[in-house]
């Protein structure tokens, strides 16, 4: 294998497959990134055996071949070769070496023989439709948060992606939850994703599925299987399995007769829970929302460390209530409002609360009290 290609578009194009690839492995081929060359194109694969992807770069191909090598080790060098550099990559499959050249640079690097590297095993798609980049990454950005970090409960370890039922027909529901809050995100339902199997789409895959949807003007063609999900663009296939376990029926949980409202500008209150907050000792971060007539007191009361409040002018004209809640729930939850205001939907001190933009409801929080 003998070819030539950009520093930027390899650097790109490497950057994607290493950070899928683990830092510790027991298997060495693991820790590589396969190289295969054909026609015009280069194609990087790396995998963790759970997530696999593969990036296509333009490049000029003056023998075809592939071979394997340190996905970390070639991120590395091509990060520090100068910019605007013509890269060689050189394959001597006989003495096991990979050349890297540029300029005056020469790298040698050992290699790993590419049928040893393991493909994931392709599987017939139930549902292939296509979605424009942003709605996927609203989907997956505002409910990522709550995504329960427990072992135990393994299930909740990710975003669950499934059709459902809104308020105007069928939707494209992302949720996730991990038994304190949850995050449900509806999208319009793309054509051809109708039959779409429910998948919980991992952690790490929500993590590396970010770096596809930066740009706004690009089409994700998104397939799905009882096992495994696809995410593509012209350039970058990832293929991830997914987590094997039933999602809890999470409609449950989400409140319908709440009627205390209280809307406040998101911004305004993210500051000053976070003002509050500062005071509050590390385990517990409980701020109490004492509401009264069109104003609401954030305080906090941590005997070892201080107190502090704060007064916010607020629409409201229910009961007076006090509630306790984990200020970093809070604020997580605020900062996932777009918009200006964000109405809090209350019942009593003790009932789980739901929040959402002004009277969007494509996006619905749902956060548990805490008593103070």
Known sequence: MKISIERATLLKAVAQAQSV????????????????AEGATVSLRATDLDIEVTDKAPAMVERAGA?????????????KLPDGALVQLIDD????????????????????????FPVMASSEYAANFSAPAGVLRRLFDK???????EETRYYLNGVYLHVATGED???LRCVATDGHRLARIDAPLPDGAQGMPGVIVPRKTVGELRKLLDDDEAKIAVSVSETKVRFATPAITL?????DG???????????GNTRRLEVDAAEFAKAVDRVATVSSERSRAVKLQLDEDRLILSVN????????????????????EIGFNAKYLLEIASQVDRENAVFMFNSSGDPTLMREGNDTSAVYVVMPMRV
Not at 67 to 79: C, F
Not at 93 to 103: D, F, I, N, S
């Open 246 to 256: 039933t999602f809890p029926d999470y409609s449950r949980v989400i409140p319908t």
């Open 67 to 79: 071979t394997t090598v340190s996905a970390v080790m070639l991120h590395e060098i091509v990060r």
């Open 143 to 149: 409910s990522k948060f709550a995504i329960s970090t």
């Open 239 to 243: 293929t991830s399995k997914v987590i």
């Open 302 to 321: 941590a005997p070892d460390s201080g107190a502090a409040e704060e007064e916010l002018a607020v629409a409201y004209s229910d009961e007076r209530l």
């Open 21 to 36: 690839v683990e830092r510790r492995n027991t298997i060495p081929i693991l820790a590589n990134v396969l190289i295969e």
């Open 93 to 116: 499959a006989a003495a096991g070496r990979l050349t890297v050249q540029a300029g005056r640079s020469t790298f040698s690097l050992a290699t790993l023989p590419r049928e040893d």
């Open 169 to 171: 027909g069928p939707v």
